[in-house]
């Protein structure tokens, strides 16, 4: 089954990575993959020059993880888009931003920690995958 619009959540690690050749695989031709990354957001003490200095490093940051994301992506003549969330919880900035570009499949990678690993230390796959409306293909 191939897909219109795949999010793929990436964060900078190898594991994230590793989901970008199955996200390929699975776009429909003509369709696009969402390349998203969530990171906290900019606390509302900081204001006026601060503020906007502190709004271009947080998009210097969020590239460093994206564009080496979208450049293999590109090769594949694949159309991909930048996200960059800015969110409390990385799992509901995922979900929130699944639903507000109407992906149809996110594709994130898993960090390989066991069931119950995951739920005492609250990984985010996990909560991803309990909580999104939408399918999740997590990679290994």
Do not use: F, W
């Not at 190898?14 to 990171?39: D, F, K, P, Q, W």
């Not at 957001?41 to 940051?61: L, Q, W, Y």
């Not at 979208?70 to 900035?93: P, W």
């Not at 005492?120 to 996990?126: M, W």
Request: net charge negative.
């Amino acid at each position: 089954m191939a897909y219109n619009r795949i999010l793929l959540p990436v964060d900078g690690s190898e594991h994230s990575m590793h989901a970008v050749a199955h996200a390929v695989s699975l776009v429909r031709e003509g369709g696009e993959i969402v390349v998203a990354t969530v990171l906290p957001p900019i606390p509302n003490v900081i204001g006026g020059d601060a503020r906007k200095e502190a709004e271009e490093a947080v998009k210097t940051d969020a590239s460093l993880i994206t564009q080496p994301v979208m450049d293999v992506i590109a090769k594949d003549n694949i159309a991909c888009r930048e996200k960059i969330v800015l969110h409390t919880s990385t799992a509901e900035g995922i979900i929130e931003t699944a639903e507000d570009m109407k992906c149809d499949l996110i594709v994130m990678g898993s960090r390989g920690r066991s069931d119950i690993e995951g739920l005492l230390l609250g990984s985010v796959t996990h909560k991803v995958l309990t909580l999104a409306t939408v399918p999740v293909l997590v990679v290994r």
